[in-house]
């Protein structure tokens, strides 16, 4: 401890080299401009290295996030541009959220093994190309492929984007560059109708997707340049593939006969799918309780409240992903709505959720989950059912502001009420470590009820092959779909009220720190949270996603 010879103190690099501390690894350079490069877990949000790293995770995502979205604004005019039925346009959405769905849980685990800037950058340049095939598709079925393809960049890129700031950042300010990237995401996907219904209405639907490209070629170079390459050392070279497959098919089978069935009828081919895929799903919870280290471990089902939430979510969002399926063609083909206009109609929900989403979930954890998860989809219900006003009339002022928008707000105040706690509940379920996994597993519960009930509600509605072709058609089946999303969401209402408590210790009450994992009742409740931290608290306070819950950064007890 005592003064050096040299006086004053001098810069790092001017130490002789036997006492300089090891330099970060070549791959993890180029995290600032100038000066040393800044290693994985050290950088500031404040400082330009941290700029670049929120700027470049957020283009990744927004692309994702942005696709999801705007495609359904975009189904009438690719099935009048490509001629095209029903079955077709409803592929066009699940062929995306299929392949999704089944690999965002390995797309995580593959960054955690080989490096979180790798796969993410693997996964911007897949989504880029795929993009392209789907904007020059000459058919149906080239574009439905394509977008399957692009499901499998989402699933690289959608949990690579989140990881890479947990990763890259220091402990200190993780939780504000996680704000700062879901603050900004929300604020693309704000904006992100009025760009795709331009995009639908002008150059055509087909730039939708050639969007992508700039986004990709600016994104790419920055990680590359400015983010630090990461990986969990315990990580090993074991992939669950056996289970994403199995997952990935039978939810491909299912949806086949789903979507098949209306103009095949009970033929072979769809029976044939529907019990292939039973069978397919039966062997996924076979071979994830033997398997050492499985994709979705069966273990984190014994908490009763994770398995309760989860089914509320797959309520909630199956609802959802009918709802704003049938409501853009609704808008479009009977209303008369312009691309543009459908999309705009819509953004009332969005913005609801980007102002107000942090303040619900303050809200929910003071208050505990059960209210909130029992309110929200009450309310949601109530906004689908005043969808059912929306008619031929529905395109002017008057017919917006009297019709379109009280649906839109009070379905929107339903969400906001809901996702935040929803996603508070989850994490709390579970063990602090274990906070990456089940917002993963939540993640894709909700996108697989999203994928379902978008294949399955044309046909309980008995929606026909040319069905959006015809606006009396449309608008008969759309008034029965309506009441089966609210069903849902009642359903999810019900389940939520007879069975959620409060995952965590109450205010005042501390964690039982004897135990190592919280109190009896919690153990009994699923809440576990480590002693030292408390209840797991969601990190993306700001949400306005209605495809899924949003995705959490996996989180490590201090001791690891």
């Not at 730039?207 to 630090?228: D, E, G, M, S, Y």
């Not at 959006?468 to 609210?486: H, K, Q, S």
């Not at 389940?495 to 005042?508: D, E, H, K, N, S």
Request: glycine letters at 14%; charged letters at 15%.
């Amino acid at each position: 401890m005592g003064e050096t010879p040299e006086g004053p103190p001098t810069p790092r690099d001017h130490r002789p080299a036997e006492d300089r501390p090891p330099e970060p690894p070549a791959a993890a350079g180029g995290a600032g401009g100038t000066g040393a490069p800044k290693a994985a877990g050290e950088i500031r949000a404040a400082s330009a290295p941290g700029r670049w790293i929120v700027l470049t995770t957020v283009l990744g995502s927004g692309m994702a996030m942005l696709d999801s979205t705007v495609i359904n604004v975009a189904l009438p005019r690719i099935g009048e541009d490509l001629g095209t039925d029903l079955a077709a346009l409803q592929w066009t959405v699940n062929a995306y959220m299929l392949t999704l769905a089944g690999l965002i849980l390995l797309g995580g685990a593959l960054g955690d093994r080989y490096g979180r800037r790798r796969v993410f950058v693997v996964g911007v340049v897949w989504f880029a190309l795929a993009s392209l095939v789907c904007a020059v598709a000459p058919n149906a079925a080239v574009l439905i492929a394509a977008r399957a393809f692009q499901g499998i960049g989402g699933a690289l890129l959608t949990p690579g984007s989140l990881a890479l700031i947990q990763a890259s950042f220091h402990p200190d300010d993780r939780a504000r560059a996680v704000g700062l990237w879901s603050g900004f995401g929300g604020v693309g996907a704000a904006i992100g109708p009025f760009v795709g219904g331009w995009l639908v209405d002008g150059p055509g639907w087909r730039w939708v997707f050639l969007l992508n490209l700039p986004v990709a070629a600016l994104c790419v170079p920055v990680a590359l340049r400015h983010v630090p390459e990461s990986r969990d050392p315990r990580a090993h070279g074991r992939f669950d593939v056996l289970g994403a497959v199995l997952a990935a098919v039978a939810l491909a089978l299912v949806t086949y006969a789903l979507i098949e069935a209306p103009g095949s009828g009970a033929s072979p081919a769809v029976i044939g799918a529907a019990v292939g895929g039973v069978l397919l799903g039966a062997a996924f919870v076979r071979v994830e309780r033997r398997r050492p280290d499985p994709m979705v471990p069966p273990a984190i089902f014994r908490s009763r409240l994770f398995t309760v939430v989860n089914l509320v979510t797959f309520c909630v969002y199956a609802a959802l992903g009918g709802f704003f399926f049938l409501s853009a063609i609704q808008l479009q083909v009977v209303a008369g709505y312009s691309a543009l206009g459908a999309g705009t109609a819509l953004l009332p929900t969005t913005v609801l959720m980007l102002f107000f989403s942090a303040a619900s979930g303050e809200l929910g954890h003071r208050i505990g989950p059960r209210v909130p998860l029992t309110v929200g989809p009450l309310l949601a219900a109530a906004g689908m059912l005043l969808m059912l006003r929306v008619g031929p009339g529905s395109a002017s002022v008057t017919g917006y502001l009297s019709e379109v928008l009280p649906a839109v707000v009070v379905l929107g105040l339903g969400l906001v009420t809901l996702v935040a706690p929803l996603t508070a509940t989850v994490l709390a379920a579970v063990d602090t470590g274990q906070a990456g996994l089940a917002s993963g597993i939540n993640n894709a519960a909700a996108r697989a009820a999203g994928l379902i009930a978008v294949a399955a509600l044309p046909l309980l509605a008995g929606m026909g092959p040319e069905a959006y072709r015809d606006a009396g058609e449309f608008a008969a089946t759309f008034r029965r779909a309506m009441p089966m999303c609210a069903g849902l969401l009642v359903a999810g209402a019900v389940l939520a009220f007879c069975a959620v408590r409060t995952p965590a210790a109450a205010p005042g009450r501390a964690p039982d720190t004897d135990s190592g994992r919280g109190t009896g009742r919690q153990r009994a409740e699923g809440g576990g949270a480590h002693p030292a931290e408390g209840p797991c608290r969601p990190e993306c306070t700001v949400h306005c996603g209605v495809v899924a819950p949003p995705l959490e950064p996996a989180r490590r007890r201090p001791e690891e």
